[in-house]
T-cell receptor, first 114, second 113 residues
Framework: SQTIHQWPATLVQPVGSPLSLECTVE??????LYWYRQAAGRGLQLLFY??????ISSEVPQNLSASRPQDRQFILSSKKLLLSDSGFYLC?????????????FGPGTRLLVL | GQQVMQIPQYQHVQEGEDFTTYCNSS?????IQWYKQRPGGHPVFLIQ?????EVKKQKRLTFQFGEAKKNSSLHITATQTTDVGTYFC?????????????FGTGTRLTIIP
């Protein structure tokens, strides 16, 4: 069966520090991968998605970046964190069926920037 | 761009009462999905609707896809404390090669025991 891992579960970082969040998927090949951010009590904001190694699409301009160095690994990074980067970061994967896809989410990383 | 709105944003109900959340898309959808996020947890896939006018049931949950495939609803009968959470719809527009999901704004359900 497929599983998705994210770490760390919780992170407290000072403003201006770098960030690296990792997401890995097991049990599937060639997944679509996604990074979402969820502010407290709010909806899901799609940040990045990837349909293959090295292929990254950005949905919103920001000081975050994403990379996909391996088929089942997705990394979210920042060189200098802002206070507004605080939130719940969710990684998700999907396998594309003929015309639709269901997304499966990881447990998430709660990031607090102070 | 495509927008998916949900109403209400919040709903407080007495345990045992019914609950409904509505989802509306600005564009015609190829399919719609529903997810549930428990407090402190991550979204979990519930169901997918594909056909115009489709109705699906999961125990006390009834999901409906509108005839025009632009709206959907989730109805919970006789709510229980385990129903607490935020319910998201997510719509997909048939756009070959670019079928990303667009999540709705969510409805947060709280239950008064």
């Amino acid at each position: 069966s497929q599983t998705i891992h994210q770490w760390p579960a919780t992170l407290v970082q000072p403003v201006g520090s770098p960030l690296s969040l990792e997401c890995t998927v097991e049990g599937t090949s060639n997944p679509n991968l996604y990074w979402y951010r969820q502010a407290a009590g709010r909806g899901l904001q799609l940040l990045f998605y990837s349909v293959g190694i090295g292929q990254i699409s950005s949905e919103v301009p920001q000081n975050l970046s994403a990379s996909r160095p391996q088929d089942r690994q997705f990394i979210l990074s920042s060189k200098k964190l802002l206070l507004s980067d605080s939130g719940f970061y969710l990684c998700a994967w999907s396998v594309r069926f003929p015309t639709w896809e269901t997304q499966y989410f990881g447990p998430g990383t709660r990031l607090l920037v102070l | 761009g495509q927008q998916v709105m949900q109403i209400p944003q919040y709903q407080h109900v007495q345990e045992g009462e019914d609950f409904t959340t509505y989802c509306n898309s600005s564009t015609t959808l190829s399919n719609i999905q529903w997810y549930k996020q428990r407090p402190g947890g991550h979204p979990v896939f519930l169901i997918q609707l594909v056909k115009s006018g489709e109705v699906k049931k999961q125990k006390r949950l009834t999901f409906q896809f509108g005839e025009a495939k632009k709206n959907s609803s989730l109805h919970i009968t006789a709510t229980q404390t385990t129903d607490v959470g935020t319910y998201f719809c997510a719509g997909q527009v048939a756009n070959f090669g670019n079928e990303k999901l667009t999540f709705g704004t969510g409805t947060r359900l709280t239950i008064i025991p």
